[in-house]
């Protein structure tokens, strides 16, 4: 966790309301985040947690406006960066905040960083969009910050190509890349899927030590629920575009309420239990066409799925202080056990 104090009265930085994305497929289009609500407080580091598919890099493609316009788009809610709206702004306006105010680790920094431009060209290029800054001035910079992100021997690494580094370095870059302007808020996603463990431990202690010098934000995008544990302060668990849980991280893991939530915990193992095979959850993510209309949709997969739950869509309601779920298991309105599902 990154141990920074938070006060209720304090503003967010980031809001998202009610926010709604679609895909067009074969013509219609499907909501991939639906009816989604969540704030990031200034210093707070926030986890979003979830299988593939659950529409985790949607939603930050959708902050960052980075969505594919041909088949793309917000269709409901807002988001508010400072108590700006972002989805009012013009392509230029948004690129004065794109990467200055707010930053993005992309999931695979092989595919993230251009081939054919070297390492310090492509930090520069960065630091020439967002700041008036000679090409002299641009270098040393680009050279401390890949020293910042423990990259050894930066002065020879800020003329090599991608292909020259490890993927752990790499990832460095990308980071590198995403501070170069200070930001504000930093989303980082799935920063550290494809690095073996020890790097991602260097990784995740990196993200802290930038987190607590620059008293920044961040969402940080992950499956890895070790990784949750390790750096955040909240938690918000999604399911197929859908918020399910949403509450601060100590409580996730000492009182999951979510059936999902509970079988996902299920699935870390424990070096304390000795177990032949570990806990898995059955079926998989609905596409977006084959989605539940009404009801719950991790009701075809819940172990504690009750007839009313394919007929009710939940809400997501407070359960304690601070600490939101959306199960028909919590609601005080449910209708009465038994009730007939045809």
Known sequence: MSGKTLTQSEAPLLEVKNLETAFRIDGEYYNAVDNVSFSVKPGQIVGIVGESGCGKSVMSLSIMKLLPKENGKIVGGEIKFAGINLE????????????????MIFQEPMTALNPVFSIGYQIEEVLHNHMKISKKEARAKAISLLKSV???????IVDEYPHQLSGGMRQRVMIAIAIACQPKLLIA????????????AQILELLKEIQAVNDMSIIMITHDLGVVAEICDEVIVMYAG?????????TLFHDPKHPYTELLMGAIPKLDEDVEKLATIQGIVPSLKNMPRVGCKFAHRCPKAMPECSLMTPQ??????????????????RPKEGMNAS
């Open 88 to 103: 009012n702004m013009t392509d230029k306006e948004i690129n004065k905040i794109r990467g200055k105010d707010i930053a």
């Open 150 to 156: 423990g990259i050894s021997r930066p002065e020879k």
């Open 189 to 200: 996603d799935e920063p550290t899927t494809a690095l073996d463990v020890t790097v991602q």
């Open 242 to 250: 859908n918020v399910v849980e949403k509450t601060d991280v100590d």
């Open 316 to 333: 997501l309601a407070e359960t304690n202080a601070g600490h939101e779920v959306a199960c028909l298991l919590y609601e005080a309105s």
